[in-house]
């Protein structure tokens, strides 16, 4: 999108072609991931790992791999069917634009039938969304074994890594850099490999990390933040306290913080006034406020409620 937005003339068909770019890139990705550790990346970054489904008495190890079968549906459930739904979306909702600004005759058969797809949406995608709710709820009681209809339709369950697993990941990546050929084909297939594992570990580290600095920054730029920010910095300035003149009825600071201002003794029964924070005896401070509704120091508007005791650890 940056380079799209700075120069639209070259980059201009990296957002036009965002989506498909995007599935590309997480094609490989999840194909990385499912071939070596038997989950997603977001599954692996949590430390799950997809089994088979069935009463397996012991687990394939991570490394082991799905089977074919559930290892394509896996793949394509996992990319596939986000940039089907993202697809349509778009087309539902410019379909709804078009609706809005038809130049087609109202009797025409082209206008009839997208007006049905539009009334039928909403429903469909309520049973959609209500399948995963349910599935969801199936999984919180213990009903079901997944808790998305895509881990069935993909014919796998989540489970935990063991310490068996990642002893085998670890011992896998541990070989693959140090195993060792003497023919030019194998070097290279091992360079070949050990790039495309240093590239796909770059991009998990990266995108671990950048995602949370990502959504900072969207949530920085959004037009409702930045509302915010133009809101609070058009307020102006608070002016500084007002400090009274020295006259009969203004209070000064004494050098010592236990002395009351208005009665010029240690204080007793110290109380605060929330307007200010300044301390003064309880009886003095109730009486000057009662008397003049301000602080003595600040000349701050203050009322008896305004008034905080203290209490000391002693009492």
């Not at 959504?215 to 500084?240: C, G, H, R, V």
């Amino acid at each position: 999108q940056v380079l799209a937005e700075s120069n639209p003339g070259r980059y201009g068909f990296l957002w036009q072609w965002f989506d498909e770019i995007y599935v590309l890139l997480d094609l490989l990705l999840q194909q990385h991931y499912l071939a070596r550790c038997s989950a997603s990346f977001s599954e692996n970054f949590y430390s799950l790992k997809r089994i088979p489904i069935g009463d397996c008495q012991q687990q394939p190890l991570a490394t082991a791999g799905l089977p074919k079968r559930q290892h394509w549906k896996s793949l394509l459930l996992l990319v596939l069917v986000p940039y089907l739904k993202g697809k349509l979306e778009k087309l539902v909702s410019s379909l709804r634009e078009e609706d809005e600004y038809s130049i087609h005759p109202p009797s025409s058969s082209w206008k009839r039938f997208y007006r049905a797809f539009l009334a039928a949406y909403p429903f469909v995608n309520m049973t959609w969304e209500g399948w995963f709710l349910i599935q969801q709820l199936c999984y919180i009681l213990g009903k079901a074994q997944h808790h998305s209809p895509i881990l069935w339709l993909a014919g796998v369950r989540l489970v935990r890594l063991t310490a068996e697993d990642i002893q085998a990941l670890e011992e896998k990546s541990a070989g693959a850099t140090s195993s060792q050929t003497h023919s030019i084909k194998a070097q290279v297939q091992s360079a070949m490999r050990k790039a495309l594992g240093g590239i796909a570990f770059s991009l998990s580290t990266g995108l671990s990390i950048s995602m949370f600095f990502l959504q900072f920054l969207d949530w920085w730029y959004s037009s409702e933040n930045q509302e915010t920010i133009k809101s609070l910095t058009a307020l102006p300035t608070p002016p500084p306290p007002v400090h009274l003149d020295h006259g009969a009825g203004s209070a000064f600071l004494p050098k010592l913080k236990t002395v009351c201002p208005l009665c010029r003794r240690v204080r007793v029964n110290a109380t605060a006034l929330s307007t200010s924070g300044f301390v003064f005896c309880y009886r003095c401070a109730y009486s000057y406020v009662k008397t003049h509704q301000r602080c003595p120091i600040t000349g701050y508007a203050t009322e008896l409620q305004h008034l905080v005791k203290l209490y000391s650890p002693e009492s």
